[in-house]
C-alpha cells in the first residue's frame, strides 16, 4: 500500500486545484517558508478524518477553506482527494485503488466519499483503522510532538502503543457500548418506576 496522488482544490493555500503524485519510498516537499508544504501535510490529515481545527493549525474547521488573497476572493468550499494504491489488499476493500475525499462548505455542510460513492465519515475511519493509517494513529509526526511524546505521562505513552497495536479502535468501541448500557440501564430504571405509579 503508498499513496499515489493527493488533490487539493479550495484547501487552506492551494486556491486552484493542485496534485501531489507520489511514488513508493520517500517523498520529500521542499519549499521556502510559508509556501504551503505543512499545508499539504493538514491536507492529508483532513481527508483521513482528523476533526480537530487545532490539529490542522486553524481556530475553527472553516479556516481549512481558502479565505481569499488580494487577488483572489474567498472560496465557498474545501476538497482533498487521497488516492491510495492498494494492489495489496491492505485496505479491506476489494479495489486495487481506493481514492478517499472529504469536502467541506463554508456552510458547515460537509461530505466524505469512497471511490465516490458518498459515506459517512466513520466509514472511511473504519477503513483506514486497521491499515495503522487514519486519524490519531501517529501516521503524522507534526513539529513539536516528538517532544511531546519525551514528556508524556507513562499512562500516554501506554496510549500511544495501544494506538500503535491497534487496540484504540477497540477499547473506543467499548467505551461506546458501555455508554449505551448505561444508557439503557437508565431506560430500565425510569421504566420500573413508572411501571410501579402505573399499578
Ligand atoms: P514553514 O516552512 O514556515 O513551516 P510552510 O511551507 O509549511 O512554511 P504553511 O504553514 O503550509 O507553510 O503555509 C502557510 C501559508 O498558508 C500562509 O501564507 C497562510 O496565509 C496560508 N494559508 C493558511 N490557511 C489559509 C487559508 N484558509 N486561505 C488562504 N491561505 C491560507
Redesign the pocket.
Known sequence: MHLKTLTLRG?????SATTLHFEPGVTC?V????????????ALAWVMGEQGAKSL??GKME???????TGRP?LGR?EVALTIDNADGALPIEYSEVTISRTLFRNGGSEYAINGQGCRLLDIQDLLSDSGLGREMHVIVG?GQLDAVLRATPEERRGFIEEAAGVLKHRKRKEKALRKLDAMQANLTRLGDLTGEIR
Do not use: E, L, M
Not at 519549499?31 to 493538514?42: A, C, E
Open positions: 484547501f487552506k493555500s492551494f486556491a516537499v519549499g521556502p517558508n510559508g509556501s504551503g508544504k505543512s499545508n499539504v501535510v493538514d493549525r486553524g479556516d481549512v477553506i481558502f479565505a481569499g488573497t474567498p474545501a513539529q
